[in-house]
């Protein structure tokens, strides 16, 4: 119940387009669901974050939709640039765990020129 | 505004040496957290701290893994003794503990490679 399933694993993606990537989780207790960039040799860092009152936030080129009913949030790059190239993770967590994440498996997203 | 600082930034040992994973958090944060990324399992939370408490240790592996936080600035996790199995790289995040979630920032991590 505490997984968060992230898919897909790859994505390559011509710039310009769109990327999109998906997250499901199970437990109905998370209320923040961040996500996580990461460039090779480098820690993770937040690139955006969500709570479960709002369907959608923006943050220029960086949308996350958010489907509470379905369990379901994803993480949409439009015009992706070849700098957007990393591992994206998404992740959930609960305020009464003390911000303890939980991650997803990560996805590793290729930008063509 | 320096982030976490891990160290050292890679580790190679042979097997069965005594390994010391070392975290300066961002001044102020008051929750340190641990954890491994490996391909096979992503990932993973190893241990996080509240004010220099554990509070849940349940992701260390086994007894061989062993973590300390004794003050505000400074963390430590060893692998006593280091297996093959124990490659991987080795991030510490910190965040502030207050109302609501706070974002977690990470070090750059220590690649570790057990011989």
Redesign the interface.
Known sequence: QQQVKQSPQSLIVQKGGISIINCAYENTAFDYFPWYQQFPGKGPALLIAIRPDVSEKKEGRFTISFNKSAKQFSLHIMDSQPGDSATYFCAASQETSGSRLTFGEGTQLTVNP | DAG?IQSPRHEVTEMGQEVTLRCKPISGHN?L?WYRQTMMR??E?LI?F?NNVP??DSGMPEDRFSAKMPNASFSTLKIQPSEPRDSAVY?C?S?L?GI??????????TRLSIL
């Open positions: 976490v929750s957290f992503g990932l939370l996080y509240n509070i849940d991030f995040a965040s503990k609501g979630n706070q974002p977690q920032h990470f070090g750059d991590g």
